[in-house]
């Protein structure tokens, strides 16, 4: 992964452009096809007008909107919208009889015993839920036809009481879906400005509760999304942008700008989802099977998996986490996030305890020491006040951090109400937010049934490096690797993206009776579909791939797991080998199975992938076991939790190492977006690549 500056006045024929808006920093990658150079461009985030960050980071990459013919973005303005319930003045309309189901839930209660507990908080409050007459049955036939004159009577109160967008979900409209579409039609013509989601376009799939909860999300977030899509979208092109603009799903793959606008839902993950696609990207490169993508920026720190060369995903995501969620049914890459990263807010509790987030200083005002009115401290200011980082060099110089500033912070905040020095109070702080985000490494890996401490993890965004070792020990796992630009590897990622359409039909039946006429109609209609999206995309794709699943579940239980299904069990007819495949993934994930158990299929899915170009991993030239003098930067004192004190420590410019280098802790790692600590202990290697490598010493 090679990546540079662009020199003024060169011309990018066949280049395309990336850019992920993160709560703290804008991360921009462009990649030019014809050579496959790469280049970066990092800024801070511009909360008031996000697409202002756009532009500052692709200046700074030395790139042009019109030097682009395609632009991909990812962003995480849905996941926010709706953590921050800022979204639109939203209603629901549902089936008569079933108003309640999205306030009802599922009823979890995983901790019986506790007297503050609360279940989750609807978007939609009840007096703008209404009841639609009309009644499908589970096979789709009409029961009950639909009241238009009723749904006509709806709308005059929607239009008195200035609703802003319309969520609509009719039972089993998944089977047939013309009552939705009627009503759709109706509220679009009473409310012609409003934003109007019907749950059959984001959901093919059984569970009403998960279907009303997509369909009132993607509502909620609509307008929002919208209005910033199509900002961004007359920015390219005022610009001068004349290709085609795409957005990252959760799935990690592609879709157009036209369809985010409507179906807006599927964003809820899109710059976290580019990473763990870049770490697949990185893994196959590196001929690694297995392994954690960890990704640190400035306000969550996530994880995703990459088992047996891919990504694992989900068919759904708790947003709000497990007791309060609000399920989101959509295809989508599974990872776990918690709300720690280089802008978290270390603070005092109600019981005298330290503790480090969710709260995030973001980019404005940002950490104490970026000097811009922040006063609260954080982990940027303690891993500052420790040494790790330097007040000249960061983001190469562009940036000036004040260690007076985050020793002030820290002191008034933590170490004076602790009693506890600057330093003790700063090391505390590093210490709960490495334990904080091994919860995330664990979330993906443990509860899969994967051993995380046999996965090496990739360790990227901004403030990844800095913490990566620290994870490790906290999991047990042996092996780091920091990619090269790690603080614009989701930018990178996305590079790696694919376009991709996924699709699901429920068809309940048990395997032993399954009709394998029926089930390759039901593929074929969702591949035929997928083409004929890759087709009107208007993006050059180089090759079309085919995946199928099937979620199953043994005949009597109430949840299912999700299986990849390869042709050959259809050519086949071999029903044998799709119940091996079951019983082997449901041993994996549960710790158990039941081979002498009926199974049966719940749902299929299919993904129709339109593959692209991709980025060539580039070489770096080889060198001997010893740092070149180039690379050595002026050493300073760092404090280190497991030698008690600061100590001198060297430094090396990473862009001046050569492959073959090798370090050992203590040590620290700098480049212009991030830096990389090894703490004593550690071993580093720089390989071919140029990633480090890092060999995790054992915790005293």
């Known amino acids: 992964m090679a990546g540079k500056t662009k020199k003024k006045g060169a011309a990018l024929l066949g280049t395309r452009l990336a850019a992920d808006i993160g709560g703290t920093f804008t991360d921009v990658a462009a990649f030019r096809e014809d050579t496959g150079e790469l280049f970066y461009g990092k800024s801070l985030s511009t909360p008031r007008s996000l697409v202002e960050g756009i532009t500052h980071g692709v200046e700074k990459a030395g790139v042009t909107y019109a030097e682009a013919d395609i632009f991909l973005h990812g962003s995480t303005i849905v996941i926010n919208t709706m953590l921050e319930r800022t979204g639109a003045k939203t209603a629901l309309l549902i089936t008569k009889g079933f108003r309640d189901i999205y306030e009802i839930g599922r009823i979890n209660r995983p901790d019986a015993y506790n007297l503050f507990f609360r279940k989750h908080v609807p978007l939609v409050k009840r007096s703008l839920r209404f009841e639609v007459p009309e009644r499908l049955t589970a096979e789709g036939d009409v029961d009950t036809p639909l009241d238009e004159a009723a749904v006509d009577k709806i709308c005059d109160e929607l239009v008195k009481l200035g609703i802003e967008a319309v969520a609509v979900i009719m039972l089993h409209s998944y089977r047939n879906n013309a009552h939705e579409e009627r009503v759709r039609a109706i509220v679009q013509k009473r409310l012609p400005n409003a934003f109007v989601s019907c749950s059959n376009e984001l959901s093919q799939e059984y569970r009403e509760f998960e279907r009303c909860s997509t369909v009132v999300a993607n509502a909620f977030v609509g307008p929002r999304v919208r209005d910033y899509v199509t900002g961004i979208d007359g920015h390219l092109v005022k610009g001068g942008f004349k290709g085609s603009f795409l957005l990252v799903q959760s799935s990690g793959g592609l879709y157009e700008s036209a369809q985010a606008k409507t179906q807006c839902i599927r964003m809820l993950e899109s710059g976290p989802a580019a990473g763990v696609i870049g770490a697949r990207a990185l893994c196959n490169a590196l001929k690694l099977d297995d ?250 794709t180089a090759d079309v791939v085919v995946g199928k699943a099937a979620d199953m579940r043994y005949v009597g239980q109430e949840h299912s797991v999700t299986i990849d299904l390869a042709n050959a069990f259809f050519a086949k007819r071999d029903r044998g080998a799709i119940k091996k495949r079951f019983d082997d993934v449901h041993q994996l994930r549960y710790g158990t199975c039941a081979p002498n158990e009926h199974a049966e299929i719940v749902s299929l899915r299919a993904t129709v ?66 830096t990389t600590v090894v703490l004593p202990g550690d071993k580093l290697v720089v390989d071919d690549f140029g990633n480090l490598v890092l060999t995790i010493g054992r915790s005293r």
């Open 291 to 540: 392994a954690i993508g960890f990704d640190m920026g400035g306000t969550t720190a996530k994880a995703g998996v990459i088992y047996k060369g891919e990504a694992l995903t989900t068919g759904a995501a708790l947003v709000g986490g497990y007791n309060e969620a609000l399920p989101v049914q959509i295809s989508m890459i599974d990872i776990f996030e918690v709300g720690t990263g280089g802008g978290s807010i270390a603070r005092i509790d109600d019981g005298g305890a330290l503790s480090v987030g969710p709260q995030s200083a973001g980019a404005s005002p940002g950490p104490a020491c970026y000097g811009l009115g922040g006063a609260e401290p954080t982990v940027t200011d303690a891993n500052l006040l420790l040494g790790r980082l330097d007040p000249s060099r960061f983001l190469g110089g562009e940036m000036k951090l004040d260690v007076e500033a985050a020793r002030a912070a820290i002191t008034k905040r933590i170490a004076g109400p602790l009693g506890l020095s600057a330093t003790a109070a700063a090391e505390g702080v590093l210490r709960i937010a490495a334990t904080a985000m091994s919860y995330a490494v664990k979330g993906v890996s443990t509860e899969r049934g994967l051993d995380a401490a046999a996965f090496p993890l990739i360790a990227y965004g901004g403030a990844g490096p800095l913490h990566a070792s620290a994870v490790a020990r906290e999991i047990g796992a042996r092996t780091v690797i920091v990619p090269r630009s790690p603080g614009h590897f989701c930018a990178f990622g996305m590079l790696f993206s694919d376009l991709r359409y996924d699709y699901v039909r429920t068809a309940p039946m048990r395997l032993a009776d399954a009709s394998f006429a029926e089930i390759e109609k039901l593929y074929a209609g969702m591949v035929a579909e997928g083409v004929a999206a890759l087709a009107g995309s208007g993006v050059a």
């Open 609 to 674: 992938t339109g593959v692209m170009k991709k980025p060539k991993l580039a070489k770096i030239a080889r060198g001997t076991s010893s740092p070149p003098k180039a690379a050595s930067l002026a050493p300073r004192d760092v404090y280190f939790s497991e030698l008690r004190k600061a100590v001198r420590t060297p430094i090396f410019a990473r862009g001046a190492l050569l492959a073959g280098n090798r370090v050992a802790g203590p040590a620290l790692v700098e480049e212009h977006a991030s």
